[in-house]
């Protein structure tokens, strides 16, 4: 199974990617995550993008695909992933589909969490990430409604997108994705 988990800041797909990546016994790939990690161990990568992450910006298309490429040609995820955060740009959905072509495989589902921007807004409240300051985060839902939402049009052209209503309890959503799966 090849799942991305697209959702805005508080849409809660950390918790279901990790759930899927359970259920199904693929890994779970969190941008984010790997980004944060990178910056709380001060890497090279880390230092390049703590600026971008902490203003609620997009790091470079250019930089996010090479990572992924990468990532996924590593052995435990042969049989599968959940990719948590990315792509969330049309140029990153269609890099992604080319080398996943390139692979003779292809992303089987993109669910998308739908829940309104106030909601988004008040469950990023209780976070404390370095991008979960009032700006940032202002930031990353713009981000979110100019570059990931279009984005959804590619997926759901190639039937491949799932709606999910996101304002439920983490088990009902879980619930309703694997439903969709079918
Ligand atoms: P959110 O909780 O806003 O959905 P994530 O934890 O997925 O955020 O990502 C945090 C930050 O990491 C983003 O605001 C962005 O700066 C960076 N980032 C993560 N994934 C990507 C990506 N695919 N392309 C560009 N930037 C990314």
Request: charged share 30%; hydrophobic share 40%.
């Amino acid at each position: 199974m090849r799942l991305i988990v697209l959702g805005g800041p508080g849409s809660g797909k950390g918790t279901q990617s990790q759930k899927l990546s359970k259920h199904f016994g693929i890994p779970w790939i969190s941008t984010g995550d790997v980004l944060r990690a990178e910056i709380a161990a001060d890497s090279k990568l880390g230092q390049e993008v703590s600026e971008t992450l902490a203003k609620g910006e997009l790091v470079p298309d250019t930089l996010m695909i090479n990572f992924i490429k990468q990532r996924l040609q590593k052995s435990d995820a042969s049989h599968g992933w959940i990719l948590d955060g990315y792509p969330r740009t049309a140029f990153q959905a269609e890099e992604l589909d080319f080398f996943l072509d390139s692979l003779h495989t292809r992303v089987d589902y993109a669910v998308w969490l739908e829940l309104p921007t106030h909601t988004l807004i008040e469950r990023s409240e209780y976070r404390a990430a370095i991008d979960d300051n009032p700006d940032a985060l202002r930031r990353r839902i713009e981000m979110l409604a100019e570059r990931t939402v279009p984005m959804l049009e590619y997926y759901d052209y190639r039937q491949r997108l799932l709606r999910i209503d996101g304002n439920q309890l983490p088990d009902d959503v879980k619930r309703d994705i694997l439903a969709g799966i079918g």
